[in-house]
């Protein structure tokens, strides 16, 4: 659906991207390319899905979405914004009253991340809006009139969407039965069932599985890499399941970051700042936990956080399942334990321990999207003031996430004093032999991740526990 209309595609290529579609076949131009690798923003959209009766608006970043995923959604580009009478939408006038575009390249993108805002939150924060703009680079403004602008937007006649009809049309176009694209250049397999799913992995063991393509579409866009097969889990309806138990919250893979992010930071508060800072929110939105996890790069953010509170997964291969701790999936860089033609169904991350002291903390050189020099995440039981368990898992310090096993059995049964954190400083550096490159030296990260395990022990040490905004090493940007 564009526009309120149906819109039929003849796919010739499923790794053709939104954006090259909308530019050069509809001569929608008003969405950029800047960097074809989902950073500037320049390029954003929204997409709608029907979610029971109501719409979920969410902004994108078109360049790195393959097209025949957007099958049976809705798509507003800012073209779509314009008034029968040719008036501006409030986000638009808005940007215009307040001074909030210069040269205009990047103007598109900024209003349709307010165009998703606007339609979700009708009374946003400061940080609400600057989360919402973090997907979002303009070198121009300096932001200020843009924040305004954002601030104001709600200040005129408000414009509400037909979203009852839409979401008509919308359930309209769900298939019963998944779509199979047999092409030339490709072939594109998108289920609808899991089983369906199974069944099509194990016969295309060799497929590219595809969820929200935040790393997949760069593949094509930057390394010019052709991917013959492709099955794409966003239609498979099993796997959007996001479930609390009295076990704890199941992820399933087509689960995006921003819900699975909403929800674990409902039962983990210490992993807010992490998850929000994990990426910018069109990134978050397309793509998947699952899909991070399964990606397996030794400074994917998600992973140190998860292994530091026991999470497991779920693997499918036909009709078998099996189950393994997170950090068990990891073999060596890039490689996993994954057999031919399994997949990770689902994240099971455990019910909150209130008894576990947790941290997370993320090192890079800016706040927003921005890849970390070191990710860490650590997870305490104190028996009085003796350590009785104690989780520290690193990403950046080596070539997957890797828990620091040698300093955490040293740990247990020692009292958590100052003498002892000393100590495990030095063990924890003298335990990994990290790279240097563009984001950190070996130096600094093993001089890094033993100050935030003396952080750490300032933040927790029984009877005089430091407030975070208490101590005095920051671990944000440096």
Not at 39 to 59: I, K
Not at 65 to 74: H, N, S, V
Not at 196 to 211: C, G, K, S, V
Not at 444 to 469: D, I, K, Q
Request: glycine share 8%; charged share 20%; proline share 4%.
């Amino acid at each position: 659906m564009l526009d309120g209309a149906r819109i039929e595609v003849a796919v010739q290529d499923p790794t053709r991207t939104l954006l090259q579609y909308l530019r050069e076949d509809l001569r929608r131009v008003g969405s950029k390319e800047g960097c074809a690798e989902g950073d500037c923003g320049a390029c954003t959209v929204v997409v709608a899905e029907h979610s029971g009766d109501s719409l979920q608006y969410r902004a994108v970043n078109a360049c790195i979405q393959f097209l025949p995923t957007l099958d049976g959604k809705a798509l507003f580009t800012v073209e779509s914004l314009q008034g029968d009478d040719g008036s501006l939408h409030p986000v638009q006038q808005s940007m215009v009253d307040h001074h909030g575009s210069q040269c205009g390249f990047c103007t598109p993108g900024f209003v349709m991340s307010m165009f998703a805002l606007y339609h979700n939150n009708p009374a946003p924060t400061r940080a609400d809006i600057d989360d919402a703009l973090s997907g979002n680079l303009c070198r121009c403004t300096g932001y200020r009139p843009i924040v305004d602008a954002c601030l104001h937007m709600y200040d005129y006649a408000r414009i509400e969407l037909d979203e009852a009809t839409l979401v008509a049309e919308l359930w309209a176009l769900q298939r019963e039965r998944g779509l199979t694209l047999e092409l030339e250049a490709a072939q594109y397999h998108a289920p609808t069932a899991l089983a369906e799913l199974a069944d099509l992995y194990l016969q295309h063991p060799q497929a590219q599985i595809l969820a929200g393509g935040t790393d997949v579409g760069l593949w094509v866009t930057k390394q010019l890499r052709e991917l013959p097969a492709l099955i794409y889990l966003g239609n498979v309806a099993e796997l959007k399941r996001l479930a609390v138990g009295a076990d704890g919250i199941e992820v399933g893979a087509a689960v995006t970051l921003t819900d699975a992010f909403d929800e674990i930071v409902r039962h983990y508060p210490e992993f807010a700042e992490m998850f929000r800072r994990f990426a910018s929110v069109p990134v978050r939105n397309a793509g998947t936990l699952v899909g991070n996890v399964a990606n397996g790069s030794p400074i994917g953010d998600s992973m140190p956080a998860l292994i530091a509170v026991g999470t497991r997964l779920r693997l499918r291969r036909g009709d078998q399942q099996r189950e393994i701790a997170l950090e068990d999936l990891y073999l060596d860089y890039m490689k996993n334990a994954l057999q031919a033609g399994e997949f990770i169904e689902s994240v099971m991350i455990p019910v909150r321990d209130e008894a576990l002291l947790l941290r997370c903390y993320k090192l890079s050189k800016r706040f927003d999207q921005d890849i970390s020099a070191v990710c860490a995440a650590f997870a305490l039981r104190l028996d009085g003031t003796q350590v009785s368990q104690i989780c520290i898992a690193l990403g950046g310090m080596a070539a997957i996430p890797k828990r620091a096993v040698q300093t955490e059995q040293w740990l247990r049964g020692r009292s958590w004093d100052e003498a002892t954190a000393r100590q495990a400083m030095a063990r924890l550096a003298a335990e990994f032999t990290p790279l240097s490159d563009m984001r950190a030296s070996a130096d600094y990260r093993s001089r890094v991740t033993s100050n935030l395990l003396y952080r750490f022990h300032l933040e927790t040490r029984p009877g005089r526990a430091l407030e975070p905004a208490q101590v005095s090493v920051f671990a944000g940007t440096f």
